[in-house]
């Protein structure tokens, strides 16, 4: 089976720098997403690391580590709308459940002024 | 360029009553998803798709069925509503196994009284 672990809840204040971690088990891994939501509306596409290492889009950057089943998601210069819940998530490409796409249970930023 | 839409937005029903929900996408893409979020508990996975004609079990299956008979289209059904389906529920698409970047339509509120 797949497990992601996140923390519920994470807060810092505006302009800051916040890390969010994931640790994953899955039998078959094909790659960590993130995703952000904000209240009321949809899941939306972050970032994806296939391989060990830092992806860098902007303000975000998302980092993975195989061997330690362990990713995290780094926000910078933190802003209001930053706001909302960030979601990890891994496909699973191994025997019957080839193809699926599993997410943790999120975490919710709280960015203040 | 509609993506993923997702229809109705909001139902009600009552106890024992069976409804279809409807994801249409227009990306052409293979895999697509349905998922139930409930406070607290994150997106979990009901049933997938790799492709046209096939369906696969998530998470949790239990009380719902699928069907996939055009590639664009994925059907979640309810045979016989109960309270413990009242949840938001989100269909998502994503191009295929090489690529984790799912996008998701708007939601589907349901309320089962």
């Known amino acids: 089976g797949q497990s992601l672990e996140q923390p519920s809840e994470v807060t810092a204040v505006e302009g800051a720098i916040v890390q969010i971690n994931c640790t994953y088990q899955t039998s078959g891994f094909y790659g960590l997403s993130w995703y952000q939501q904000h209240d009321g509306g949809a899941p939306t596409f972050l970032s994806y690391?296939?391989?060990?290492g830092l992806e860098e889009t902007g303000r975000f950057s998302s980092f993975l580590s195989r061997s330690d089943s362990y990713g995290y998601l780094l926000l910078q210069e933190l802003q209001m709308k930053d706001s909302a819940s960030y979601f990890c998530?891994?496909?699973?490409?191994?025997?019957?459940?080839?193809?699926?796409?599993?997410f943790g249970k999120g975490t919710k930023l709280s960015v203040k002024p | 360029n509609a993506g993923v839409t997702q229809t109705p937005k909001f139902r009600v029903l009552k106890t024992g009553q069976s409804m279809t929900l409807l994801c249409a996408q227009d990306m052409n893409h293979e895999y697509m998803y349905w998922y139930r979020q409930d406070p607290g508990m994150g997106l979990r996975l009901i049933h997938y798709s790799v492709g046209e004609g096939t369906t696969a079990k998530g998470e949790v299956p239990d009380g719902y069925n699928v069907s996939r008979l055009k590639k664009q289209n994925f059907l979640l059904g309810l045979e016989s509503a109960a309270p413990s389906q009242t949840s938001v529920y989100f269909c998502?698409?994503?191009?295929?196994?090489?690529?984790?970047?799912?996008?998701f339509g708007q939601g589907t509120r349901l309320t089962v009284v």
């Open positions: 998502a698409s994503s191009p295929h196994r090489m690529n984790t970047e799912a996008f």
């Open positions: 998530a891994v496909r699973d490409d191994y025997g019957g459940s080839q193809g699926n796409l599993i």
């Open positions: 690391n296939a391989l060990d």
